[in-house]
């Protein structure tokens, strides 16, 4: 063993050069928000001036925050339950798969390295009102579609866009979950007479369960933050505010609107609840997964 390698600074030199970045795009940003949720800035941003819990409490009465946190709070119940449901679904479809195996796998995890932006735009073209090949096919079935006129329609627009994307992501994840499950149990489980779905609730399921949690926690942290770049090509939040979540809310109010008080509170407010949600599913929906 080397002298460099036994110096007990050799870590943390390893470590600088991520400490750094994470210091300069995490920490900075976070800390520099939590002192301005508690300022007002003028107009030119020029000035500041403190104001204590005022931002918080704009935030807090405003009805246009409570209508972005139930628009939030549906579409990530939307995404998260569609995206892992699906990708649970194609990851036992693909499990059994004999012949092409591989390229099945390939083409599903595919989507997941399309940027959320494209992937929005790929769908906002195939929905467009005049162009879009699944437009007119509705419109076969007597299905009148304009995602710009219509909130119902522009939610589901993202909601797809979303789940398209990030289900490949949880394919992966349920597909490898699947191939450590021992083939053993479900041969012994179908000579006791266990039929198809039984063996899938009774063996499968359980043994997955602690992929699940994971998807479900990285499925919470996609639909809150990684979901603006869909929106923000497709719909822009509208129409009247159907697609605007939290996140968007606060880009609007702070680099539009230029409030860059009530953005930060918004931020610190979204951050909480991150935190809270994460509380709660591993205070809670731990306790049910069979590890």
Do not use: C
């Not at 866009?161 to 979950?177: R, T």
């Amino acid at each position: 063993m080397t002298t460099f390698e036994r110096h007990s600074l050799t870590p943390w030199l390893l470590l600088a050069p991520q400490l750094v970045v994470v210091a300069i795009f995490f920490f900075w940003p976070a800390a520099e928000s939590l002192r301005q949720a508690f300022y007002v800035q003028d107009a030119f941003g020029l000035g500041e001036r403190f104001v204590g819990l005022a931002n918080f409490q704009h935030v807090l009465a405003s009805p246009g925050y409570w209508h972005a946190f139930g628009v939030t709070a549906l579409f990530s119940l939307l995404v998260a339950a569609g995206a892992m449901g699906l990708a649970l679904l194609l990851a036992v479809l693909a499990d059994r798969v004999l012949h092409g195996a591989r390229l099945y796998r390939v083409l599903l995890t595919w989507p997941y390295a399309v940027a959320p932006a494209v992937a929005g735009l790929l769908w906002l073209f195939m929905f467009d009102p005049v162009l879009g090949v699944l437009t007119h096919a509705l419109a076969a079935i007597g299905v009148h579609w304009d995602a710009q006129l219509d909130p119902g329609q522009a939610l589901a627009l993202v909601v797809i866009a979303s789940i398209w994307q990030q289900m490949s992501y949880n394919f992966v994840f349920f597909l490898a979950g699947l191939q450590m499950i021992p083939a053993s149990l479900l041969e012994a489980a179908a000579i006791d007479g266990a039929g198809p779905f039984r063996r899938f609730f009774g063996i499968t399921l359980p043994l997955l369960s602690p992929t699940a949690f994971f998807l479900l926690v990285m499925n919470s942290v996609y639909v809150l933050f990684e979901t603006f770049a869909t929106i923000d090509s497709t719909t822009l939040g509208g129409p009247g505010g159907a697609t605007r979540t939290l996140v968007y809310k606060l880009y609007e109010d702070g680099f539009v609107g230029r409030d860059l008080g009530g953005s930060s509170a918004q931020s610190v407010l979204l951050m909480i609840l991150v935190g809270v949600l994460t509380f709660i599913q591993f205070r809670y929906l731990e306790r049910r997964v069979a590890y």
